[in-house]
């Protein structure tokens, strides 16, 4: 991988869009047997910093909805120095900050994307991710769909191998053993390296695979260089 995830980047000193890197998607998922879902991968940017034409400046948050289905995802190293960059540029307007990121984005990804305010964790049941207890996939739901909250999951990034921690939230009829063996099934992926949005495509295929009843996982990553990743995949 040649984008600058893992390695020292010197400041930039101008607007820079080809520091954006692309992922295929394709190359991620060759470890999943079926892709059928829908979803969106939203990127929160808490930090981002722009200048008017009067040298005023503007710190926004926004929401960057990129479709699974796109070719390509973003790095998030990349993407982090490409927000930096706009302070070396000028804007009328927020709209037209938003506009130029779009712009971007979607060149790189190859598909249309959407700008959003900052998008917020919905209120769930929690329940938290635990380790080392066997796990017997024999659902037996509820009667009832309901959001539940798995706190303190944990993955690894593949190319720096930091961990990546994470609220997983999961829609769906789960009894209270079904809960807890998804809670452990969680806890396998302590020491998986693997990107946030496949973690979550890995979980949707799983759960399918084990037959519960749900329709929709999400993964709230916490930020890192003021971005959080949100991964949503569902029925």
């Not at 893992?6 to 998922?29: A, C, H, T, W, Y």
């Not at 000028?90 to 984005?105: A, G, Q, W």
């Not at 659902?139 to 303190?152: D, H, W």
Request: charged share 30%; glycine share 4%.
């Amino acid at each position: 991988m040649a984008g600058p995830l893992g390695k020292k980047v010197s400041n930039l000193k101008e607007f820079s869009p080809d520091i954006l890197f692309p992922i295929k998607r394709e190359e991620q998922r060759e470890s999943l047997n079926n892709i059928n879902f829908k979803g969106e991968d939203i990127w929160n940017i808490h930090e981002l910093l722009w200048i008017d034409n009067n040298d005023c400046h503007h710190h926004n948050e926004i929401s960057i909805i990129i479709p699974c289905s796109s070719d390509n995802i973003v790095e998030s190293k990349s993407l982090k120095l490409f927000i930096n960059s706009l302070v070396h540029k000028r804007f009328e307007s927020l709209s037209e900050v938003n506009r130029l990121i779009k712009h971007h984005i979607e060149e790189l990804v190859e598909a249309d994307i959407e700008i959003n305010n900052v998008y917020e964790k919905p209120d769930a049941k929690v329940l938290n991710v635990i380790r080392g207890k066997e796990i017997n996939h024999s659902p037996e739901s509820a009667s009832v769909s309901e959001l539940y909250c798995f706190k303190g999951f944990r993955s690894l990034c593949p190319v720096t191998q930091q961990p990546d921690i994470a609220d997983i939230f999961i829609e769906g009829s789960l009894s209270g053993v079904d809960q807890d063996n998804i809670a452990n099934y969680l806890g396998d992926f302590f020491e998986k390296e693997a990107f946030h949005e496949l973690c979550i495509e890995q979980i949707f295929e799983d759960l399918k695979s084990f037959n519960y009843t749900f329709s929709k996982v999400e993964g709230y990553f916490e930020r890192r260089g003021g971005i959080a990743i949100i991964p949503r995949r569902y029925s």
